[in-house]
């Protein structure tokens, strides 16, 4: 949660250090409204009045979800794993969110990543092309951490602050 007179650190402050280096279709969900609840957790962490976010497409396969994100003029593909009732942020990448082998190291087999990637390009045509393309923009990946964090990269704490 976000306190006040405190602003929210945005995922493009949060990630700049990567992006600057340089995302309910599949399965049966378990419940109702995963993709909804997906965008909330994300919007609650990353969207501010001054930076807006868009969480789109979501996609879902068992506790594997997919989420195209942009913010600004940057974008990328978030994944999240849900333990028990709760969704996780996992990682933040780009394109490599769209390769099955990268999914196959979160628990689906072959067959599930190959069927979440393709749901996951699907979602994605009936997007804005130049939304689509944002997704691309991110470069390499990022771990996030329980707080919904990621760890220095390149000198950049997770507030995307030079700390050297």
Aim: aromatic fraction near 4%; proline fraction near 4%.
């Amino acid at each position: 949660q976000h306190e006040k007179g405190k602003p929210m650190k945005t995922l493009t402050t949060m990630l700049s250090a990567t992006a600057l280096a340089v995302p309910l279709l599949a399965g049966t969900p378990a419940f109702a409204n995963d993709a909804g609840t997906i965008r909330h957790l994300m919007m609650a962490q990353f969207d501010t009045s001054e930076s807006r976010l868009t969480v789109e497409p979501v996609t879902v396969h068992r506790n594997i979800a997919v989420a195209g994100w942009a913010q600004g003029d940057v974008g990328g593909r978030a994944l999240l794993r849900r333990l028990g009732s709760e969704w996780r942020l996992v990682l933040c990448s780009g394109d490599t969110l769209k390769e099955a082998k990268l999914l196959q190291q979160f628990g689906l087999n072959a067959e599930e990543a190959e069927r979440l990637v393709n749901a996951v390009v699907d979602a994605e045509t009936k997007l804005d092309p130049a939304l689509v393309a944002k997704f691309s923009t991110f470069d390499g990946i990022v771990m996030i951490n329980k707080g919904g964090h990621h760890p220095p990269v390149g000198g950049y704490g997770h507030d995307g602050k030079n700390k050297s």
